[in-house]
Each structure stands twice: as structure tokens, then as C-alpha cells.
């Protein structure tokens, strides 16, 4: 999630995956997992990632295929996954699973007319990260022995503390919330091809003037997942009221608005709910368990995850690694 007015504020740029050898990557798994199985359920036969008994396992395809680019960047990633709801943020959830009702709906008519295209983008729309989904991610993270660390409440929240308390050297999330939790140095794009971008938070803050506070009420100003705005409020102008009455209730009063529970706004960014934890770099995958796991046990088309498994294990010789499985 993720207000996507927010990269006009940030400093951001893209940085070859060279520079980025030999780090630790604490990364939103929910978010990263969910463009894996969006785009796997989107452009991949539904046959593939089904087992006998109806079970749909299109992230295992999702996971084994987006695995290797960290890798063969020599890059570990530290999964972080979410924790309980706040209730500020049960408000979208409603909202989001409202709109995939709708999307369900939709669907259900594509079908009946043979809208192939419109079938395609819509299942990939209702795609949600069920407990089938999130515990078989699980068991073959584990099983590649990629790290995973449970957040007390929001994931991207986490990774932004880890990256904070220098557990690991960067978070990574698609979404530009990273810079509100404070995160010093977040990538994104790590779902797509080419190389990732670094957002990075002192810079941003040097960039407009902006204390972290004043950066998150800008957002708060501009809308969040927890609040809607208020309206006529860009980024532009939210950066003019805080430069001009310092904080997010002089701007409010100067516009003569009100944002119910403010504060708690404010303290769901600055101070959230996290852990401190360690990570352990030195990873070493039972690829041949992995491969096992995925075709055997739930059944996936072998031809399908192939090829990630080979990146995969090439990427263990080229780091010295060859010994892994």
C-alpha cells in the first residue's frame, strides 16, 4: 500500500545491483509476494499452479521465479512478514476487499461472455494472500533458507526498524510508506526487470527542509492508507503549509480543517509497533527439497519452475556456494 503522491517528495535513484553485492535486504513480503502471484495467476495457465484437488499455489511459482535476482546480486533477503491489523488500517482493508468483491463479480461476466483478456486481468485482481498461500511461501523459504521474521503488526514498519537498527542495510518495498516509518535507505523495483531504485530518507528530508515529523504530517496532509486527506492538499502545497505554520495542526488551522484522531496518525509512522531482531547472512539452500516441495508435493508443472531453480543454483557457484544443496 502506500500513498504513490509520496515519490514526488522523495530523493530517489536508481542504482546498479553491483553496488548493492554482499547486503542484507529486509523486504515487505506481503508486498513482494503479492506481484509475484498477481502476475503469475495474470500471464500463467491455471493448470500449472493447481493441484488435483483444486488447491491454486501460483506463489510457489511466483516466489521460485523471483528468488534468484537476489541471488545472483549476492544480495540475502530477510522476509518480513505482517503481523496483526491496526484499526486505523482495518478501514482500507474493508475497502480493498469491498473492491475485489466487485472485481469477483466482474470476473464471473468476463467468463460467461468468454472475455479472455478481461478474465486474465481480473483474476489476477482478485488474487488475495490466503493462508494456503502465505504458509506454503513459508515452508519454502525455509527450506532455501532464506530468513523470515514475523512483524508484531505492519511488515513494511519492520523493515524500516531493522534498517534503523542496522539488522540489515536496506528495506525493500514497492511502496513509498518505507520513507514515513523512517526507513534510511529503502530499494524498490525489486519485482522488475533492470536495475532497483534507492530511496533515500535523509535526503529527502534535506531536499525539502522537512524534519521526519513534518514529513509525515505532509503525508498525513496528502492522504495515507489510515486517512484520506484533505482535499485540494498535493504535495506541493502540503510542503508550503509546513514550511509556513511548522506542523500538521498549524496547517490545519490555517486551512480551518480538521483530521479526526491526528495524532495517532502521527504515532502509527514515528512509533509503531516493531521488534528488534537479528538476521543471519550465511544462508545455505536444500535446493533439491525446494524442487520437491514445489513439483512433487503441491504438484506445480516442473517446466514451469525449472528455469529458477537452474538460476538458483547457478548463482551458488558463482558465489563460491556450490555446496549448498
Not at 16 to 25: Q, R
Not at 105 to 124: M, T
Request: charged share 30%; glycine share 8%; with cysteine.
Amino acid at each position: 500500500m502506500g500513498n504513490a503522491d509520496l515519490r514526488s517528495l522523495a530523493a530517489i535513484e536508481e542504482v546498479p545491483f553491483d553496488s548493492l553485492a554482499g547486503s542484507v535486504v529486509a523486504v515487505d513480503a506481503h508486498n513482494w509476494l503479492y506481484r509475484y502471484l498477481t502476475t503469475t495467476v495474470r500471464w500463467t495457465d491455471e493448470e500449472i499452479y493447481t493441484t488435483d484437488d483444486g488447491m491454486e499455489v501460483a506463489n510457489l511459482v511466483g516466489v521460485v521465479q523471483g528468488l534468484p535476482k537476489f541471488f545472483e546480486h549476492d544480495l540475502t533477503p530477510a522476509f518480513v512478514f505482517d503481523g496483526a491489523v491496526t484499526d486505523l488500517k482495518a478501514e482500507e482493508v474493508d475497502r480493498r476487499r469491498e473492491q475485489r468483491e466487485q472485481y469477483e463479480e466482474d470476473l464471473a461476466e468476463a467468463r460467461e461472455r468468454g472475455d479472455g483478456i478481461a478474465v486474465a486481468r481480473l483474476e489476477s485482481r482478485t488474487q488475495r494472500l490466503t493462508d494456503v498461500i502465505i504458509e506454503t511461501t513459508r515452508e519454502l523459504l525455509e527450506l532455501l533458507d532464506v530468513p523470515i521474521v514475523d512483524a508484531p503488526a505492519e511488515g513494511e514498519s519492520q523493515c524500516a526498524h531493522m534498517a534503523r537498527q542496522g539488522a540489515v542495510d536496506y528495506a525493500g518495498t514497492e511502496d513509498y510508506d518505507a520513507l514515513l516509518f523512517g526507513a534510511p535507505l529503502t530499494l524498490r523495483q525489486l519485482t522488475s526487470t533492470g536495475d532497483p531504485e534507492l530511496m533515500d530518507f535523509e535526503a529527502t528530508l534535506e531536499k525539502h527542509g522537512l524534519t521526519w515529523e513534518q514529513l509525515v504530517d505532509a503525508a498525513i496532509l496528502i492522504g495515507t492508507d489510515f486517512n484520506e486527506g484533505i482535499s485540494g492538499i498535493g504535495p506541493k502545497t502540503a510542503i508550503k503549509l509546513l514550511q509556513e505554520h511548522g506542523d500538521l495542526w498549524g496547517a490545519l488551522e490555517a486551512r480551518d480543517e480538521h483530521i479526526e484522531g491526528a495524532d495517532r496518525l502521527r504515532n502509527l509512522f514515528l512509533d509503531p509497533p516493531v521488534t528488534d531482531v537479528s538476521v543471519d547472512a550465511e544462508v545455505e539452500p536444500d535446493v533439491d527439497a525446494a524442487r520437491q516441495f514445489v513439483v512433487d508435493t503441491w504438484q506445480v508443472d516442473p517446466d514451469e519452475v525449472a528455469r529458477g531453480f537452474e538460476r538458483i543454483e547457478d548463482a551458488m557457484v558463482q558465489t563460491g556456494l556450490e555446496d549448498w544443496t
